[in-house]
């Protein structure tokens, strides 16, 4: 039923395929994925906000809850700005931080009491912000909690905590505001590939401040989710600090055990460039002996998305592909640049663009979906050995083709055109979006959102993780795509809203605005550039709805597609992963 960003892929398949995996949990409740976000680099410039206590009760509460967020290594002293003693212990940082959602505080007698007060807070714990910079979104948890405030009797005095809470909770409509994506990057398995790791920073903490703290979560290594499909080239047991040296950053790490292999020096400094955003240039100190310096555009073709990406999409009307561009519809006019625009077919209901412009086709015919692949500019064979029902295909970057075949993603082989193995991760999925990288499938079965590790052997064999459920409170979803490395667009019901964009942690859902009326049934997004900072969508966005295809904008709602003046029925929309 639909399209998606197509991989840049290697054609030829030199070994054996195999895919096993766990299977799509379809009666348990959902798990929460790790979560991130994009690049760290420079400090905000603006003063960050102080949130101290008052002569107000209530408020003084509520900027309680706000003061956890900042610099970890200072959260207890903001903390014990409230307190009597100023000695407070406060939970260890290891348990996390509680985010609390749905807020509200009331005082004893509903006034601001002289010498003493009790403040009452209810709320929702939501997931706890973790000191590794991930989010472990959880099931929603009824939260409520007294505080004892005295203060010495004027009205102007401030207010003083006679009691605190167990463990650090912090106001998540705060978290929203004053946290960052920066994601780790980690490398996937023996390829020249990174893995984005979600995590959230502070965006107020000096530039250095940040680097040190991002070095310590990277030496730490990958999430559990992440750790499925990539490692850190990086030994289990380093330290490293970072300092500003004539205008270039300085990462000296003392390695927990040797490393003398070029390629692992070489996937070690684009874990620490990425990671650290270091676009302005560093040098890579290993015990002693610099092993690499640079800038991040040195190794930035270690991240699967390439730069530069044009706002190009493409979608089938009237049997063929169509181009749209910023500039609007070209028809079925093909060009040099590319040469699968203007691709007929009878039958035509989706298209894949894979590297060196390999085409997959899924045409329906009398006995049902058929799955042709091959040069654009040749003659397309058929695969064998596949069902009558075909959604979405899709190229794998290890020289493969993966396709939904009677609701089972299904790797093939796109030189011998056979089916290598069906994926275990379920048996009714309807839809399905593979990320740049290769290393993580979103998927659609029951109605609901996943994402699952892939996992490539040195054989490059491929399997599958364990799968977690994104939008948990998101249903009837029809459609997902990539919108950037940490980000999902999910096409799907809550309330009247229908087109999200939502964090592979859960932690940020955001709405499409104007969607209401609108039952989308596809999606198709070019993914954001991994280097700019907070991007979590690229350009263009395609969906359709109604039998309409319409561009998605970042503010306004949905602009239904014309050809002139004529609306496009489109179907099927699709990007292709080629810079321009």
Known sequence: MRRRTSLAAAIALGTAWAAAACGIPSNKDPEVIDDAPTNFGESSGTAA?????????????????????????????????????????????????????????????????????????????????????????????????????????????????????????????????????????????????????????????????????????????????????????????????????????????QLGEPIDDRDVQEAMAAQVAWSLGLADGFSLIADGETIAEGTLENWRDWNAIPENLPQTAYFIADGAVWE????????????????????????????????????????????????????TDAALGAVTGLGTS????????????????????????????????????????????????GRRLAYVEGGHAWVVPLIVDLDQNIQTGEPRRIGTDVEDVTDIAWGSENYLWVAGQRGNDTLFNIALDNSRTMVQPGTSGLVFSEVAANPADPVESNLNRGDPVLAVANQTLYRIHTASGPEGVSNGTTPVGGTAPFTVLQSE
């Not at 505080?105 to 403040?119: L, R």
């Not at 075949?405 to 299904?410: F, H, K, L, R």
């Not at 796109?414 to 740049?436: C, D, H, K």
């Open 49 to 253: 906000e102080v949130f101290e206590p008052t002569s107000e009760a209530g408020e003084t509460v509520g900027n309680f809850l706000k003061a956890p967020a900042g610099d970890p290594a200072s959260r207890d002293d903001r903390l014990n700005l409230f307190t009597a003693s100023h000695t407070e212990q406060f939970s260890d940082a290891a348990t996390g931080i509680r985010l609390l959602d749905d807020i509200v505080i009331s005082v004893d007698g509903g006034s601001n009491p002289i010498e003493s007060a009790n403040v009452t807070v209810t709320g929702t714990i939501i997931g706890l912000y973790l000191d590794d910079g991930s989010v472990r979104m959880g099931t929603p948890t009824a939260y409520e909690e007294t505080f004892m405030l005295k203060r010495d009797g004027g009205l102007s005095d401030i207010w003083e905590f006679q009691s605190q809470p167990s463990q650090v909770t912090l106001d998540y409509q705060q978290f929203l505001t004053a946290y960052t994506e920066s994601p780790l990057y980690f490398q996937a398995d023996q390829s020249e590939l990174l893995v984005p790791d979600l995590r959230w920073i502070y965006d107020d903490l000096e530039a250095e401040t940040g680097r040190r703290l991002l070095l310590d979560w990277l030496l730490r290594g990958p999430s559990d989710l992440v750790g499925q499909s990539a490692r850190s080239a990086i030994p289990t047991g380093t330290t490293g600090k970072t300092s500003p040296r004539d205008g270039r950053v300085e990462v000296d790490l």
């Open 324 to 375: 749209y561009t910023a500039e609007g519809v070209v028809t079925t006019t093909a060009s040099a640049d590319h040469p699968w625009v203007g691709f007929a077919a009878e039958g035509l209901r989706e298209v894949a663009i894979g590297s060196a412009d390999q085409l997959a086709a899924v045409v329906a015919d009398s006995s049902g979906d058929v799955l042709q692949t091959g040069p």
């Open 390 to 437: 075909l959604v979405d295909p899709q190229w794998h970057p290890e020289s493969a083709l993966i396709v939904v075949s009677d609701g089972v993603p299904t790797v093939v082989d796109p030189n011998t055109r056979t089916v290598v193995q069906p994926f275990t991760v379920g048996e009714s999925v309807t839809a399905m979006a593979l990320s740049a990288d």
